[in-house]
């Protein structure tokens, strides 16, 4: 069996290139606060992975996406050893465009703070007397720049993602920067209704998108998951106050409750965290993980 090396390691992931092709590996990795903490969850993987196909699968219509299997049978052998059993993905090759596609349908987090401050979100005017949480009238499309691992993403306007990738691609920036745009919103909006049909609201979420060989845009990356969206229940939901959500909050309130904690957290907190994402999952697919 040949020994296969990731070509790039991020706070959670794993690349390894197959040639014409990519595989994509969630870890069970944790990272909060942009820091790798020391525990390991064990299924997170396998959740995110299994997430981003379900939502892969839902929305071929709007959009094509860059997965071609998460069997690993077929897979060169090396993945065929447990640990990459459910938390792998064979994808195509994209050339990644070099924007996060952030895309708002509540108010919350960094959005809310900056509206407090000027009644807007990445400079785009918000009606007046929103509180926290509130559902917005539209969702919102507020991009940001793409930063290397632990620089943060910069938040930017639409005008300036067109300029953005006008460097990259002289001639189609405009072009570009609407299609991502308008396919951010058209995949929120179809996935926001359904979850909600399930018990769940999503907040906010973020894509990315890159181009095929033929030059079409095709989503890639992950999608819709726990850790690249908010997701809140929506029973109890009530806007004026942070909602409780299915993803690492349990682990982020711990670290911030305990500053001396040397980013390790207790099992219990490990095991509530990962109840949460398997809890998310089953909702929104109607499933088991594994089934």
Same mark, same amino acid.
Request: with cysteine; proline share 5%.
């Given at each position: 069996?040949? =020994? ?10 794993? $690349? ?6 990519? *595989? ?41 996406? /860059? ?27 994209? =050339?990644?465009?070099? *924007?996060?596609? $952030?895309?708002?349908?509540? *108010? #919350? ?7 407090? %401050? ?27 720049? %793409?930063?290397?691992?632990?620089? /943060? ?9 067109? #300029? /953005? ?13 609407? %299609? ?21 609201? $999503? ?37 004026? /106050? ?29 095991? %509530? #965290? $990962? ?17």
């Amino acid at each position: 069996m040949q =020994e296969m090396k990731p070509i790039k390691e991020g706070k959670v992931r794993e $690349i390894y290139d197959n040639g014409d092709s990519l *595989i994509m590996v969630a870890t069970d990795r944790i990272s909060c606060f942009d820091v790798i903490l020391n525990n390991e969850v064990t299924k997170k993987g396998a959740v995110l992975t299994q997430m981003s196909k379900f939502w892969f699968d839902m929305t071929e219509d709007i959009i094509p996406n /860059h997965m071609i299997s998460v069997d690993v049978k077929d897979m060169p052998e090396f993945f065929q050893q447990e640990k990459f059993n459910g938390n792998s993905m064979m994808c195509r090759k994209l =050339e990644m465009l070099p *924007i996060e596609c $952030i895309v708002r349908g509540y *108010i #919350t987090g960094s959005g809310w703070e900056s509206y407090k %401050k000027t009644g807007k979100v990445c400079g785009i005017e918000l009606p007046e007397g929103l509180k926290e949480s509130d559902k917005l009238p539209e969702p919102i499309y507020t991009p940001s720049t %793409k930063a290397e691992i632990g620089d /943060h993403d910069e938040n930017i306007s639409f005008e300036q993602s067109v #300029t /953005h990738l006008e460097k990259y691609f002289p001639g189609r920036g405009q072009e570009l920067a609407e %299609k991502l745009r308008d396919n951010t919103i058209a995949l929120y909006k179809k996935c926001a209704e359904y979850a909600l049909s399930k018990g769940i609201i $999503i907040a906010d979420t973020k894509f990315e998108f890159g181009l095929d060989a033929e030059g079409n845009m095709v989503i890639g990356d992950e999608m819709l998951t726990p850790d690249s969206s908010r997701f809140w229940p929506a029973e109890g939901y009530e806007a004026g /106050h942070g909602q409780p959500s299915f993803d690492k909050q349990f682990a982020r309130d711990w670290l911030k409750a305990n500053p001396d904690n040397n980013w390790t957290l207790p099992q219990e907190i490990v095991d %509530k #965290t $990962i109840n949460k994402y398997l809890q998310g999952y089953e909702m929104l697919t109607g499933k088991k993980l594994g089934e």
